[in-house]
């Protein structure tokens, strides 16, 4: 080789050696990702936190899911007792009255018996059961010298009547009665027609 060449290739040489010093050898770019990976240290306690997280949250679920089942039970035999002691009020109001039809009776069997004043007891009687029943927003259906209203009265017969309108009613026969607005029984009525 010619002195000439030389000096070119100890440049080229120079150059590949500065390239080859720049770039990153495996193990330096070994040792970058080494300290960016994590560790199994870490790794294993990262697994155990995330474990532990899970464990709570199944946990949690479970206790949720516990929860609502009891909630669940709990209405339903809410819903059970509403319907079972429904009446208990309504009874406890109508006791007063059986105790005291069973006064007249022991009254009207007595010897020597004022009919009077049996008779005032059984109106007595009758008026704290249509008090009682009110308190439950029953209400009685009477309604003798009104228009007949077949959603709430049954006519039993007509009658001609000249001294009142066609289709009113001129006897009960027997009184209606509705619950908070909605009928349980129609009156039972005698209706007037034209002659």
Not at 146 to 174: G, I, K, L
């Amino acid at each position: 080789m010619s002195n000439q060449d030389q000096p070119e290739n100890n440049t080229t040489e120079e150059l590949v050696d500065d390239q080859v010093s720049q770039e990153p050898t495996a193990d330096a770019a070994e040792a970058v990702d080494n300290s960016e990976a994590p560790t199994s240290d870490e790794l294993a306690a990262r697994i155990e936190q995330l474990e532990a997280e899970l464990a709570e949250a199944k946990e949690q679920a479970l206790r949720a899911a516990a929860d609502a089942q009891n909630v669940r039970r709990r209405a339903e035999l809410d819903v059970e007792k509403a319907h079972k002691y429904a009446l208990e009020k309504f009874v406890s109001d109508m006791l007063p009255v059986a105790d005291n039809m069973m006064r007249s009776i022991e009254a009207a069997a007595a010897e020597g018996a004022d009919m009077a004043s049996v008779t005032e007891g059984v109106e007595l009687t009758v008026k704290s059961l249509m008090d009682a029943l009110k308190r439950h927003n029953v209400e009685q259906v009477h309604p003798e010298g009104e228009p007949f209203n077949p959603e709430f009265h049954q006519a039993m017969t007509a009658v001609p009547s000249p001294d009142v309108e066609p289709n009113t009613v001129v006897n009960v026969y027997q009184s209606g009665y509705t619950l908070n607005g909605r009928l349980v029984r129609p009156a039972m009525v005698v209706v007037s027609k034209a002659e």
